[in-house]
């Protein structure tokens, strides 16, 4: 039988949810232009519980740890380069650094969810966000 998932997970899902249904044109086709940090210019910062959330994704894809990217990509790209947890994957990512997607999402029509995240944190013991690899890396090991 499987084990519920924690309620952050929920509030996590949720505030995800709300960012679908903005009317945001967005042509994310898990280009993963975004997903190569080093060459991309940026890393995404993850509150701790998008972290502890994307470590659920981590080890439904059968992994327990993170390895760097030889090359600075993001840990989480597979082999054949696509996102092994694409469907627990961080805000950043979800709101699109990439520019052949459609660009970031203006933060006006995403500061109310940044903050409910940001509250999230605080009620889970957070420190603010921090880099994907750390917050990522530090969830595996509590779980």
Do not use: W
């Not at 039988?1 to 960012?19: G, N, R, W």
């Not at 961080?90 to 940044?114: N, Q, S, W």
Request: with cysteine.
């Amino acid at each position: 039988m499987k084990s519920p998932q924690p309620v952050h997970h929920h509030e996590i899902e949720a505030i995800y949810a709300d960012l679908e249904r903005r009317p945001l044109p967005r042509q994310c086709e898990m280009r993963t232009g975004c997903c190569h940090f080093r060459l991309a210019g940026h890393t995404p910062m993850l509150t701790r519980g998008e972290a502890l959330y994307a470590a659920q994704g981590v080890r439904a894809s059968g992994r327990k740890l993170l390895k760097p990217h030889p090359d600075g990509a993001c840990p989480l790209l597979g082999r054949d380069g696509r996102c092994t947890i694409y469907k627990n994957r961080p805000f950043g990512c979800r709101t699109h650094f990439c520019a052949e997607a459609g660009g970031m999402y203006p933060r006006k029509h995403v500061a109310d969810l940044i903050q409910r995240l940001e509250a999230l944190d605080e009620r889970l013991g957070g420190s603010g966000s921090r880099p994907l690899e750390a917050a990522v890396s530090d969830a595996l090991a509590e779980m």
